[in-house]
């Protein structure tokens, strides 16, 4: 966006379409349902796969899979294993995925407050 004298924000064409792009790529990165409540899950602490599909209600280990490669890809998380037997594997958010922690707590607090508008609760 462009300031002018005042700090007045002024919308232009070309501002607009990069932000429209810059939305469009941090949603590519988050689509779909699983990939937010599989940061928070993580944001704790390490947890283990079958720790994470428990907090996770009706995910399938193979979208739970998918899920964690992408954002592993995606650098937000990190997995790592250890040579046990059998290997153990954790997973656990970067620091990077932490970037995200206000944008998380925006969409929470936005999602109460819709959903008190709209049904009441």
Not at 60 to 84: A, G, P, W
Request: charged residues 35%; contains cysteine.
């Amino acid at each position: 966006m462009v300031a002018s004298k005042n700090k007045v924000k002024i919308h232009t064409q070309e501002n607009c379409s990069g932000k429209v792009r810059a939305v469009k790529d941090a949603l590519d990165v988050l689509n779909g349902k699983w990939k937010l409540p599989i940061l928070i899950s993580v944001s704790s602490r390490a947890k283990r796969f079958k720790q994470i599909s428990k907090d996770i209600d009706r995910i399938t280990d193979k979208m739970l899979s998918k899920e964690l490669k992408d954002l592993e890809i995606n650098q937000l998380i990190k997995r790592t294993v250890y040579d046990t037997f059998p290997p153990t594997v954790e997973y656990e958010i970067t620091e990077y995925g932490r970037t995200l922690e206000k944008v998380i707590n925006e969409l929470a607090d936005w999602g109460m407050e819709h959903r008190k508008k709209i049904i009441g609760k």
